[in-house]
């Protein structure tokens, strides 16, 4: 009747006025999704389900709207009539017909999602049968990948914790279950990723992943033999001496891990889907599409560490952070921010979890290092601020190992040292860009404290220093010395505390000339005497400073590439028995004339007093200005007048001296330079023996007579001036040689603690008397080789060179008193060091610059 009522309506309107046909309710079709409901439904529960007819039914709802509340009614109560008979297969005919529905009805998804909803939480609510749960977590999972937009986002955050809480179920017959979930919180970091919006749970979300996060063993063990990197487990090996450190002290984690697959989900096998670690690697992959920003990044990074922090995952061997930080940073190439997560890993160190704890930091750091091996492998480290971090833990570890009282203790910030070293030694390798660190450094000098911090401080520093001059010697580019480092410099060589002032030449040499020719004995004399340590830091600081001369010489050698490759495998061993030589040396006192405690230069002296030869590349020498030298000159005047100058300190000033010559005669320096290098020696020399002006104590003089002396040496060696071979024997200080480089060391047997005592200097005033006389008789043989030789190279005249050489030198006035003025130090860097320094603040320093200005020694 209705399809007549239809078709002939017009014509049978005046007519037929009580027909059937005429009613609203006769032109629709009579109840006919209710029958297309009915037969989607196999009519015994062990028939097959209908597909043809659940797709009709999805049809005609796209076709109709309006019928879909009622579909979706009618689904939803017999999908809960079937949840209590438990008939499962009902239960899949009703969730393939909502996921049909999001298929076909996906503009009318208002009319049913609601409903879709209440299905399937009561499908994860059903914690009896893990089958009603995956096919919860299934349906879940569909109509988040049906969103377009924001609609729903409250209703999906609502559902979070019901799906990890499925996650973590534990137990073998639970993986198929753990995988649904873990493919539904993909879903889930999906979808915040696409619309910019991250749930409350989000944190939940990330430790439910690691728990089900496993690496990937294939091929693993292949990568990890790899040659190159036999040399770390030598070094492991080398430092069992530290007992707390245990196996998480091994450096293996610096062993690159392989790229792992990223898992593309349409691609999955069927197995791949049914396992857990593949979701959990795939929830991975997308919380870094979530990171497009830093500020994402850390919004995922910060669960992560607090995870790793509980759960005692910062295990440097095949630990979980290693390896999910590791993986992480393999997904972040393509957008670049991969340092990003070493950044923060650094900045970690700060959090409350692990900033008491040594040892969870030392793991920490072992983490980051292997992640700078890694990401410099591809990349050049453009963004280094965490350096400055990592020397601010430096300097703190370095401070408690000289206020520690028990051998753990010590033991464990030991450790850290190592660790921290190792990471930057590994960042250095990658640093394109030097001149933050410079920068940088000169910061932390500006602020130097006073007392063990400042010693501490200045340790943390030579670190860096090294890590400059590796990266200096990797990019072969020419550098002038940074003009606001060499400031601070030059007022740290003036600091009250005896032993920075050492600290400071040790920066200052390693930066001018970095140590790319040295020998491995050589590089161990350096680090092995570490001049600035008092006596308690000796005995717990041997171990550690030895160990990274020998990781710096491994890094040495991997820069100079097939050079080095030709000892084949026996290099870690031969660097592990230096190492072992250097720390036994080290604890011995034992030195040689020609290996000071400072680098050997002597091949640096040969190829410059010689003829360099055309094969062999220039030494790497940074640059000075012309104003750069002079103030260094006056510096080296200024710190040789100090009264509380030790031994040590004479040796680093001569041999800072010695590099600044070596530098400016590879740069070729003005006339009036070279006078003033011989001017400033002859000064001091005559300063050394005037007994009548001056307030040093004679040790100090005779000191200063070394120092004078064997410098104007190295100087006539330098610029083949034909001086006498020896000015005075080499033997004449107990304290202070002169080696057969002509280099000023001091000697290994020596009691320092007796130097400037009473008796010593009664023996040194005898001996300035003895030597007086004779240095005179023969003064005027060697002014008039000076004079000729310095007129014969430069324009000036020999009248002009003999007025200049005869008058004292002066420091420069704006060296002195200009905007970046030597005086002007900070009053938390003037506190007196020592109980015989006389020096108190700025005012001690103006006093020192005046009395010199009156002082008119005679030739």
Known sequence: MGVISRKLFPACESMCICCPAMRSRSRQPVKRYKKLLAEIFPKSPDGPPNERKIVKLCEYAAKNPFRIPKIAKYLEDRCYKELRLEHIKFINIVVEAYNKLLCLCKEQMACFAVSLVHVVTELLDNSKQDAMCILGCQTLTNFIYSQTDGTYTHTIESLVH???????????????????????????????????????????????????????????????????????????????????????????????????????????????????????????????????????????????????????????????????????????????????????????????????????????????????????????????????????????????????????????????QNSIEDCLLEISRGIGNVRPLFDMMAITLEKLPSGIVARATIGSLMIVAHMISLALISSRTQQVFPESLLVQLLKVMVHPDVEVRVGAHQIFSILLIPSSNQSRHEASSLQSGFGYQSRGWQSNTASTFASITARLEKLRKEKDGPKSEKHGNNNACDDFKDKETAEEDWKQGRNRKNSPNFYKISSIIDRTAGTISLIEPDPYVMKFSEDQISHLLSAFWIQANLPDNLPSNVEAIAHSFSLVLISSHLKNPTDNLMVRFIQLLLSLRNISLDSNKGTLPPACRRSMLVLSIGMLMFAAKIYHIPLLKSLIPYDVDPYLGISDDLQIYVKPDADVSKYGSVTDNQMASSLLSDLRNKIYESDNIMMEILIQFLSKVSEMKAEDVAKQLSESFTPDDVFMFGPQSMLDFDQNQMPGHSKESSFDGVYSLVWLFLLLLECDVPH
Not at 186 to 196: D, G, H, I, L, Y
Not at 198 to 205: A, K, M, N, P, S
């Open 162 to 416: 019901k799906v990890y809480k499925l996650a973590r179920q534990s137990g073998e017959g639970h993986q198929s279950l753990r995988a649904s979930s873990l493919q539904c919180l993909s879903a889930m970091v999906r979808f915040m990723a696409e619309f910019s919006y991250i749930f409350v749970d989000f944190d939940e979300i990330v430790h439910v992943t690691l728990d089900n996060y496993e690496p990937d063993t294939h091929n693993e063990d292949d990568e990890r033999g790899q040659p190159h990197h036999n040399w770390v487990d030598e070094v492991v090996r080398s430092e069992s001496r530290v007992g707390v450190v245990g196996d998480d002290a091994s450096p293996s984690c610096k062993i690159i891990r392989p790229r792992p697959e990223k898992k593309d989900p349409a691609l999955l096998t069927r197995e791949e889907m049914e396992t857990p670690k593949v979701w959990a690697q795939i929830c991975i992959q997308r919380m870094i599409e979530l990171s497009k920003e830093s500020t994402t990044l850390r919004r995922v990074l910060d669960p992560m560490f607090v995870y790793f922090d509980s759960g005692h995952h910062w295990v440097p061997r095949q630990g979980l952070a290693m390896l999910v930080l590791s993986d992480m940073s393999y997904f972040m190439e393509a957008s670049g921010n991969q340092q990003l997560i070493l950044a923060y890993v650094i900045r970690h160190l700060d959090h409350k979890n692990i900033s008491h704890d040594p040892q969870l930091k030392s793991s920490v750091i072992q983490v980051a290092s292997a992640l700078a091996s890694q990401i410099r492998s591809g990349a050049v480290l453009a963004e280094i601020g965490f350096v400055s971090d990592l020397c601010r833990h430096l300097r703190k570890s370095l401070q408690a190992t000289a206020e520690s009282v028990g051998e753990q203790e010590s033991n464990i910030n030991i450790m850290l």
